[in-house]
């Protein structure tokens, strides 16, 4: 792996820790967020909001674009101070929209004039306006610090997910019960991802108690401790709130492989079920998913001769299962870039991948440096990425296929990627891509 | 500089008379919280340092910051953007950015060896108090670069996209541009043009420049898009000073009026046909070049005609409701009034008071009374334009992408396209798509019914227009 140079001037590629914060909101049904910060910010996230092709689920009579109320700071508010601005709002929204949730964001501002906002959102409840103040009491409240400077999406994603802990209750355990932690909800496909997740893991004699987050009601959220075990799909999101649950509930958790391509799926299956007791229900049906889905596989990308080159751009977990999914699949790739730093699990499949030397894995590059290593390597046909790599594709002149977030000009992906399916279905794709069939 | 203006800055509704009522008393105020829809300074002034060939603009601050911008660039206006930032992390907050500064242009000067180096001065750098100038005076004799500037965009003062313009634009006249030893015969400069690279958008610039060419005009700069730093140096030859739209003509046409002597005229963008003939007519009554321009005029009416009376069939009576950026406002007003629309429901982001009496004119003109809204909340605009039962609609989509898309509303979109829809020759593009979105798009719903979200809105944001119109 090739950290880039620690650059004084750096041309980011990641959003900031707002952006994941309001994205893992989105994710929580009947969930409202309040902005405590200026309207440019706001007006970003929105922007960002719009791209999402899961439409979060906002309680009546929110409109169905997506709905970011703000308290919209300005110079004088620096200067005279905010007042209870945050508490009105977190008043007014909960008597406007009635949501089961209410997650206030801080931005760099209201940081650093020192804003206690927690404080001020736990009050909206308190406010003069008697109706209100029970409007506002029906709601559960979160504050989450989410100054940009303090870290990047995947920082914002996972503060939510751990943050929700809080609502969550003492259940008793079920056994063979897991929840899937890291679950980026609005990411493509996410819905049949977690479907085919359900489907491997039932078939062992698993069931899925709770997903972090894929429009997930407030009841299973409180739920969520009644799982005995919980399955990190992606570390950097998940990881946080796994051990905040191993803390407060004794949940176990497992930082699993991330299931993609025939392998990581098995390994996938291997690893939830050997927490769970049920190895010998995997190796089982390792073997008959495997043995059916290796000839699908085999069916469609028995007719591409001609070798394929493609690099993969996004964030580890994806980058290391998506890299691994395309090799599986006769794919060389020569180059991956990681938008964010791995952690130990992640960095470990990575490493497996890269190993040999064939593979470069940059972390954190520029678009820049990205773009050199594509050129590097000979070019490659093929970028799967987000719509943020369009420019990087076209200089390299490969076909980006925008399958992460932010993906723009995507219309539809109701296959999933993760899994046995997953695999056949990508394997479909690459092979409707050799001969460039589009619709 | 005063960027602010001595205009309410907040939310209005109502009709035009009470604007007029608003904008005399100087009173505004804000409700606690709402959902506005309005980018802040730092996007103004990056969009005009990212335009300039030769320029960088270094964002001083978090990289969350830059990222949203660049992200905002690429994606509605599908030009790549360079956007280094200084990366300001917790350390910095509580210690000072000013030594990360120092480093960050010593590297965007030895990285990229640009002429002019813009420092973006963002929320937070603000908060705390960097001081900005004084590393930049610091480190000016280190650098290749020719020029050095600060420019302050922070989203807390300078809310509105307008502001970054602004301040951008008096960043490069008080720095950049020299005292014209010539002043060039019959020549404009394009100001405030802001879109670089292919895009569509910035192809309407090239669009005006022939137009004028056609009457004997010629422009001199395009301030700032597609210049090098050598033009915009060189911009106060000219003699006239064209703004984009009307945030342009504010403070920074009014600054080089007063430090070059370069006046301007404040035309409406030149949407539809009659915008077009006014935008083109303003020029030649500056230069007295009436007769020519009547004559392009009078040609261009008979090429448009045929395509005016196909796209008015498909629209007249309908109503409409206007929607967008104040400059595009006053321009879309008088364009579905050409088409013969009802416009019901005018709705522009905050502005300075030159853009609210270009609104305000423009709804003179058509002699209709719509009801106006001025940075009123997002879900309001949506809900209003709902209750009005509005069937067309003119100006930004991105604001709107799922009910833009979904309701299938006949609709003229003005911020992303495929093909250039200024002057004449747009006019002819702009005039297909409205025949295009009124008479052919399936499925047409009426403004408010929902549907499934998801694909369509992605697509409307870059993807979808991009198809249809490739």
Known sequence: MYPTADRAARDPITPGMLSGAFRAA????????????????????????????????????????????????????????????????????????????????SSDAAEIIGEDAKNLVQRADEGSDGAAGEAAGEAHRLWVDTASFKGSWVDGYAAVLAALTALMTETPVRPLT?????????????????????????????????VLLCHTPLAAIRGAPAASLNVVVAEELGLPVAQAMERRFKTPYLVATPPYGLAGAARFLDEVAAALGLEENARRVNEQETRAMGAKIRSYSGFITVPMRASVCGEPSFVAGLAGLLSELGVYVPVVALRTPPGPSAARVVEDFTGNGECAALVEP???????????????????GSAMEQFVAADVGATLVECTYPAVRVLDWDEPTLGFCGAAAMARRLGRAFFKQVM | MRLKEACPEGPFRGRAAELEAWLASGRASRPDWYHPVRVCGLFGAMRIFASIRGAVPLVHGPPGCAYFQKFQVVISFGH??????????????????????????????????????????????????????????????????RYLLAVNADGLQHYSQGHGYNAALAGLIENVMQPAGIRLERSVNLFGEVVGGDAALARDKFLLRDMLARIGVYVNAMVPAGSAVEDIERAPRARLNVPRCGPMAGPAARLMRERFDVPFVS?????????????????????????????????????????????????????????????????????????????????????????????????????????????????????????????????????????????????????????????????????????????????????????????????????GERRWHG
């Open chain 1, 178 to 210: 897991v929840n899937l932690l890291g679950v980026a909800g609005d990411e493509l496909g996410a819905r049949a991802d977690i479907a085919e997740l359900r489907r491997m893991l039932r078939r062992v004699g698993a069931e899925v108690n709770a």
């Open chain 1, 366 to 384: 520029e678009h820049a440096d990205y773009l050199d290593a594509l050129r590097d390597c000979g070019g490659v046909d093929y970028i799967f």
């Open chain 2, 80 to 145: 790549p953007v360079p956007a280094p930032c200084t990366g300001m992390g917790e350390n910095d907050v509580i210690h000072g950015g000013e030594d990360r500064l120092r480093r960050a242009v010593l590297e965007v000067d030895r990285r990229y060896k640009p002429r002019l180096i813009a420092v973006l001065n963002t929320c937070t750098p603000m908060i705390i108090g960097d001081d900005v100038a004084a590393v930049l005076h610091d480190v000016r004799g280190e650098v290749g670069a």
């Open chain 1, 26 to 105: 989105q994710a929580v049904a009947r969930c409202m967020t309040i902005f405590h910060g200026p309207q440019g910010c706001q007006e970003n996230l929105y922007a960002e909001a719009c791209f999402v092709h899961e439409q979060p689920e906002y309680p009546e009579p929110a409109a169905g674009e997506p709905f970011l109320p703000s308290t919209v700071l300005t110079d004088s508010d620096l200067i005279m101070g905010p007042e209870d601005k945050l508490a009105r709002a977190a008043t007014g929204v909960a008597r406007e929209y009635r949501p089961d949730l209410i997650i206030a964001f």
């Open chain 2, 267 to 463: 035309p409406a963008m030149p949407y539809g046909v009659a915008n077009s003939e006014r935008w083109l007519m303003s020029v030649a009554e500056f230069f007295g070049l009436e007769e020519g321009a009547r004559r392009v005029i009078a040609a261009e009416r008979r090429r448009l005609r045929p395509l005016l009376a196909q796209a008015r069939a498909g629209l007249a009576g309908k109503r409409a409701a206007v929607h967008g950026g104040p400059g595009r406002v006053a321009a879309n007003i008088r364009f579905a009034h050409e088409l013969g629309c009802r416009i019901e429901v005018v709705s522009l982001f905050f502005a300075t008071e030159a853009a609210y009496r270009q609104v305000l004119d423009a709804v003179a003109e058509t002699g209709q009374d719509p009801l106006i809204l001025i940075d009123r909340s997002m879900e309001e605009v949506r809900r209003t334009v709902a209750e009005q039962g509005i069937e067309a609609w003119f100006g930004n989509s991105l604001d709107f992408p799922a009910t833009y898309m979904q309701s299938g509303l006949a609709a003229f979109e003005t911020l992303i396209y495929q093909v250039p829809y200024e002057g004449f020759i747009g006019c002819a593009n702009a005039l297909r798509h409205v025949v295009h979105r009124s008479q052919h798009v399936p499925l047409a719903r009426p403004a408010g019914a929902r549907g499934t979200a998801g694909a369509p809105r992605a697509a409307c944001r870059g993807g």
